[in-house]
């Protein structure tokens, strides 16, 4: 029988066997569903783990009016998300109506080797991540573009996803505009460019073997017999019909400018839609249609049949199946969060936790199973960050240890749970779910590896000054 709400909050304290089962339960109900049964996307599997994990906790004592405050609240910390969804839609249907996506097409066809496209699509999300600090707003400009080449050029759809969000996640890790790089480092007490330069023993190494990988996946490519006449019928037809001039790249050069200048990234993404909008407008469409665009999505009408699907995308309405799946996800990760079932899993990893290696996992451990309840990545990388500082400075580890494990696993971590608000966001806007890129975003999964080895070896592992165990 459920407890009153006014029932003592530690009476309610789940035990850790109980903890771990409400935890893992759902979870197996999420993966049987997704992976066995194979419904995509895992809007059905998701709800069922909702409502067992709300029975579970039931049993805990708490009442299904504070469960479901708990799931509230954890839908609320989306509006930001849904509101970058929502944008990103637009910008897909505006850059796609203002040449900006088809121009990019259209060079990336001319100037990359096929053989190197994994590589290049890799170097220059990364590139554009660390200028701009924002995954969500590479992968839905610069990715959606380099989607199209991939395409056209006869790449697995997951091989390409991959690279685009290896790429996007190394920036958003060592960018020193991320929202990311900067939470981890002030939740930590760590000065900024500490936190960065510590960063660089765990993400460089993995870099280098991510771009290793991304050649090694160029030369296992083959070119279909007719590939190069299909790019070439692409090129042809792209020149026939967008007019590919340099005002194309304007809104892709104004999103670089104002990101890197610490523009709040909702008013960079609005510019991003209004200039392309703007550019459209000047080369001749009527606005009726662009708002039909906006809402709906771009309608290629080129000769090609095959580069019409191609271009067709973007929309509001695109985005809807994306925001149920984010809803049902953050529900989820609220109702563990309001019974303190993931408190407890943490507080049971930092038992007897003293020396890098078990302080460094256990930090690592911490932020996937964040990650697996919640789908937050400022979560995996917030509690971590504020549990486990004591620990670090009893063991006389310094603190930007901490602060690079947060990142090293919450961060480039989450698009890999399938459940997750990136992981849905990336299905949402490239049409790739994480079971399928996972195993070729080579740096996400990497740079964990290398963070392990470095408090295996003690190499990277600075110390404080003095050690109180």
Request: glycine share 10%; aromatic share 8%.
């Amino acid at each position: 029988m459920s407890l009153p709400p006014s029932a003592n909050r530690d009476e309610r304290k789940p035990s850790l066997p109980w903890a771990l089962l409400t935890f893992a339960v759902p979870v197996a109900i999420i993966l049987y569903g997704t992976v066995v049964v194979g419904v995509r996307p895992p809007v059905l599997p998701l709800l069922v783990a909702v409502v067992v994990a709300g029975l579970m906790c039931l049993k805990i004592g708490y009442s299904w009016e504070e469960l479901q405050e708990g799931m509230l609240a954890a839908v609320g910390r989306i509006q930001i998300a849904v509101a970058i969804l929502m944008l990103v839609g637009m910008i897909i249907a505006a850059w796609m109506a203002s040449g900006t996506i088809p121009a990019i097409i259209y060079w990336g066809l001319k100037l990359i080797a096929p053989k190197h496209f994994l590589v290049s699509a890799f170097i220059l999300c990364a590139v554009a991540s660390l200028a701009t600090g924002t995954s969500f707003g590479t992968m839905g400009t610069i990715g959606v573009a380099l989607m199209g080449v991939g395409v056209a050029m006869g790449y697995n759809p997951a091989w390409t996803v991959g690279a685009i969000v290896s790429g996007a996640y190394f920036g958003v890790k060592m960018s020193p505009v991320s929202d990311s790089t900067n939470i981890a480092a002030a939740v930590c007490e760590v000065p900024l460019f500490t936190h960065i330069s510590s960063m660089l023993w765990t993400t460089l190494p993995a870099t280098v073997v991510a771009i290793a990988g991304y050649g090694f996946l160029g030369t296992l490519h083959t070119a279909e017999p007719g590939s190069m006449e299909n790019i070439h019928a692409i090129l042809t037809t792209i020149e026939g019909s967008f007019s590919l001039s340099p005002l194309a790249f304007l809104p892709p050069a104004l999103m670089l400018v104002l990101a890197y200048r610490r523009f709040p990234v909702l008013p960079v993404l609005v510019t991003c839609v209004v200039s392309a909008l703007a550019i459209a407008l000047y080369e001749g469409a009527d606005i009726a249609t662009l708002a039909k665009f906006l809402t709906t999505g771009y309608k290629a009408a080129t000769p090609s049949p095959a580069l019409n699907k191609l271009l067709s995308s973007g929309g509001l309405m695109s985005i809807m199946g994306t925001t149920l799946l984010l809803t049902s996800g953050m529900a989820f990760g609220g109702i563990l969060e309001k019974a303190r079932v993931l408190e407890v899993l943490l507080n049971a990893m930092l038992r007897g936790a003293t020396s890098a290696i078990s302080l460094v996992g256990a930090t690592i451990a911490a932020a996937y199973i964040i990650l697996l309840g919640t789908g937050s990545q400022m979560l995996a990388v917030i509690v971590p960050g504020r549990a486990f500082q004591e620990s670090f400075r009893k063991a006389g580890i310094a603190p930007q240890i901490l602060s690079r494990t947060c990142e090293d696993a919450g961060t480039i971590g989450c698009p890999l749970v399938p459940w997750s608000v990136h992981a849905f966001y990336i299905l949402g806007v490239l049409g790739v779910g994480a079971m399928d890129f996972a195993p070729y975003a080579i740096l996400n999964y990497v740079v964990p590896v290398f963070s392990i080895l470095s408090a295996l070896t003690g190499i990277g592992i600075a110390r404080t000054t003095q050690e109180n165990a």
